[in-house]
């Protein structure tokens, strides 16, 4: 069966990706990081995120496979990427389809 946790800019599921086509899986969760592209990202913020998606699924270990785990792990990752935007790692991407600023206002810089 298919679980799995979708926020604004996460998506879990519980399955894998084979020739583009979403096949369930109760060993694999593959997550899906800015699916609208709201962000402007760099390598090393998304190796930032995989890293802390890594150690949040290391640490619900021997838990079930519950959509409220799931939910709780996609919680906690949209919560990392506030993190990395109010810290400038990240930046909303100006040209998407729907700016919304949906992670709060932009930070500008104004000359002293």
């Given at each position: 069966?298919?679980?799995?946790?979708?926020?604004r800019?996460?998506?879990?599921?519980?399955a894998?990706?084979q020739?583009?086509?979403i096949i369930?899986?109760?060993?694999?969760?593959?997550?899906?990081?800015d699916?609208d592209?709201?962000?402007n990202?760099?390598?090393?913020?998304l190796?930032q995120?995989?890293?802390?998606f890594?150690?949040?699924?290391?640490?619900?270990?021997?838990?079930?496979?519950?959509?409220?785990?799931l939910?709780r792990i996609g919680?906690?990752?949209e919560?990392?990427?506030?993190?990395?935007?109010?810290?400038?790692q990240?930046?909303?991407?100006?040209?998407?389809?729907?700016?919304n600023?949906?992670m709060?206002l932009p930070?500008?810089?104004?000359p002293?």
């Amino acid at each position: 069966m298919l679980l799995k946790s979708t926020t604004r800019h996460i998506h879990i599921l519980t399955a894998e990706l084979q020739d583009n086509e979403i096949i369930p899986s109760e060993e694999k969760l593959t997550i899906d990081i800015d699916p609208d592209n709201e962000f402007n990202w760099n390598d090393e913020a998304l190796q930032q995120v995989y890293r802390k998606f890594d150690e949040l699924v290391a640490a619900s270990e021997g838990e079930d496979l519950t959509e409220y785990n799931l939910r709780r792990i996609g919680s906690d990752l949209e919560h990392f990427v506030r993190s990395l935007l109010q810290s400038g790692q990240i930046s909303y991407n100006l040209g998407t389809r729907a700016v919304n600023y949906s992670m709060g206002l932009p930070r500008v810089e104004t000359p002293s």
